[in-house]
């Protein structure tokens, strides 16, 4: 079978339930929503319909009859490619505060630009990674490590100040992803009109670990 998630978008979804009707039918031989795989919550009976979906068939009847076109099927390696690629791009051959400076700005792009995945892989790791534990323990753990090889020569070299690798990175990965997990906290919080907080987010992240980065008395 081939490694897929779905996900649903809550703000299309009208609660009709023909998801839950579709699942029990072809899971059990009955139209009985309450043994369906994917549950759709009426979030404090507000109308504000958040289906809760699972990654079971291949072909997935439940996305097939959504009037709302709300469900949506994706391939895990795919994904897995566009969220690795900017630790996959930490060069040897850059500066290397430059570097993972870079590498800051372009985890807060994809919080910005992929929100959804971010949760996505939160809720996954959350929940003790079910479907993504040999992907985390395998090419991600491998990448990582190489990445923290990476840091740790720049280190040795005395190219930046002496930081743990793997805490570093974990770092990043924390402050950059909290504005696309915690958005609607940040929102509320800070009440933006667009997304002109993250840019606030971008200066203030790039001065910190510029501070924490460079070796002593340089620039
Ligand atoms: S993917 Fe299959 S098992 Fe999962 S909710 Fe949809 S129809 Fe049900
Ligand atoms: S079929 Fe689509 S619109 Fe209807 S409850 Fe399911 S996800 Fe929502």
Redesign the pocket.
Known sequence: MTSQFLW?DPK?????????TACALVKTGEKDPVRSR?R?IDWNQKGL?L?VSCQHCETAP?LA????E??HRELLGGLMDIWLAPLKALNDAGDPVAELLDYVERKLEMSRDMPRESRLFAGEVLQGAPRFGEFVAGPLKALVDEKAALIQGWVDAGRIAPVDPYHLIFSIWASTQHYADFDTQVRAILTPTGDEHLEDACAFLCRMYAGLLRPNGSD
Request: aromatic share 4%; charged share 20%; hydrophobic share 40%.
């Open positions: 649903v299309k979804c009208n609660g009709c339930m023909e998801c839950e994917i759709v319909f289906p439940c009859v959504c009037p709302k709300a469900i």
